[in-house]
């Protein structure tokens, strides 16, 4: 079967105005949104309502690390906004990961809803070391025994996680810099093309569409690139 490639495009912008405008212009070219730290704190769930009444989805970037009690709790929290996928830090660790799995399945089940996609974040793009694709296996090992459903990494360790722990494993990639584009913070970047070379399941873009001057032709050039 063929692989594909799907995209997300991270709102990171700092009204509900700012974001529903993209989603307007994005949707339904675009399917699958981010809304992360940034976005959330400005406009709650709003946002979110907003996305799933259009008909897209919503990846919830909050990246939860703390003690496991709290990121379940939390994660049960995460389940009642109706998302299709949200993260935890894997540097957590795998009881605070396996807490976050069990009390958002607990909730999904007593909601009837369906249980979402969680994320273990690895090593961030934005950080680069001589270590980091060993580090990163570590943690997407303890991600999936911990029974999250896939990992946060760049293209650079794709293709060892594929390898090392299947199909199945959900990949999403941030980092994403088309061609020539301004690489800004990240570190541990790659192409669309090559992020699906790799087999990453997801790409995460946000500056390069939402800060283009056309952003649906940026988004439509990006979407053509992993087709
Ligand atoms: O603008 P840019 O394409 O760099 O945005 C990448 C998005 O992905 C940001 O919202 C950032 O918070 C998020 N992200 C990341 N690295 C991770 C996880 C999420 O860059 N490991």
Do not use: W
């Not at 799907?6 to 070219?29: H, Q």
């Not at 939390?74 to 299709?84: D, F, P, Q, R, Y």
Request: net charge positive; proline share 4%.
């Amino acid at each position: 079967m063929k692989h594909s490639t799907k995209l997300i495009t991270a709102l990171d912008v700092d009204s509900f105005e700012k974001s529903r405008k993209l989603v307007d212009l994005l949707c339904p070219k675009v399917k699958i949104f981010k809304v992360g730290l940034q976005l959330y704190l400005a406009c709650g769930d709003k946002i979110i309502r907003y996305i799933n009444k259009k008909g897209g989805k919503v990846f919830l970037d909050l990246k939860f690390h703390d003690i496991p009690n709290t990121v379940g709790r939390a994660s049960a929290e995460i389940v009642k906004l109706g998302v299709l996928m949200f993260n935890v830090h894997a540097q957590g660790g795998k009881d605070m990961m396996r807490q976050a799995r069990i009390d958002a399945d607990k909730e999904a089940k007593r909601l009837r809803k369906k249980k979402p996609v969680i994320l273990g974040v690895t090593v961030l793009t934005s950080q680069q070391d001589t270590s980091t694709t060993v580090r990163v296996m570590e943690l997407a090992r303890e991600a999936r025994e911990a029974g999250l459903d896939g990992v946060v990494c760049s293209a650079n360790e794709a293709v060892v996680i594929r390898r090392g722990f299947g199909r199945e494993f959900i990949i999403v990639t941030p980092g994403i810099r088309p061609a020539g584009a301004q690489v800004n913070d990240q570190k541990r970047i790659s192409t669309p093309a090559q992020a699906k070379s790799c087999g990453v399941d997801y790409i995460v873009v946000g500056r390069p569409i939402i800060e283009a001057d056309k952003p649906l032709k940026a988004a439509q050039g990006i979407l053509a690139d992993v087709r």
